[in-house]
């Protein structure tokens, strides 16, 4: 599977808009060195992250799955030439924690935040400086 550094247009075209208007959905890889996925419109993050490991057994998506942190932003048009602006940020919750109960490191939840935030700030998307939304959800934290 692809991995990205940046944000990109192409990026936002091809994933964005993910079960919410303008919302872009990344798995970030903590595993050895931080590693960006998109998820796909199509895909549930528990499919992609089964594909990711090449596994169907729950218990080795869960205790693998630790390291791989879901990641939310929300883009959206900022009215200036068909451009968008990266508006918010929601990490920690998809439904590879809800519905398969994978369960993250607090600290695991601080990285891949900070990395949402760097892969967009380093991107070809303006990034506003007041967001709609800078959350961590920590409900399915480990710790």
């Known amino acids: 599977m692809k991995t990205y550094d940046r944000l990109t247009e192409e990026l936002r075209r091809t994933?964005?808009?993910r079960k919410i208007p303008g919302r872009l959905s990344i798995l970030v890889d903590l595993c050895a060195q931080p590693l960006?996925?998109?998820v796909p419109?199509?895909?549930e993050h528990i499919n992609f992250v089964k594909e990711l490991l090449g596994t169907d057994e729950t218990q080795e998506v869960r205790?693998?799955?630790t390291l791989l942190?879901?990641?939310h932003i929300d883009?959206?048009?900022n009215g200036?030439?068909?451009?968008y602006l990266v508006c918010g940020f929601l990490t920690g919750v998809s439904g590879?924690?809800?519905a398969f109960g994978v369960r993250h490191p607090r600290e695991a939840l601080k990285r891949a935040h900070e990395q949402t935030k760097t892969f967009t700030r380093i991107g070809e998307l303006s990034v506003t400086t007041t967001f709609s939304e800078d959350k961590i959800n920590y409900k399915y934290a480990l710790d």
């Open 36 to 38: 960006i996925y998109a």
């Open 15 to 17: 994933y964005g808009d």
């Open 69 to 71: 942190v879901p990641s």
């Open 96 to 98: 590879l924690e809800i």
């Open 41 to 43: 419109r199509e895909i």
């Open 75 to 77: 883009i959206q048009p």
């Open 80 to 83: 200036q030439n068909f451009h």
């Open 63 to 65: 205790e693998r799955g």
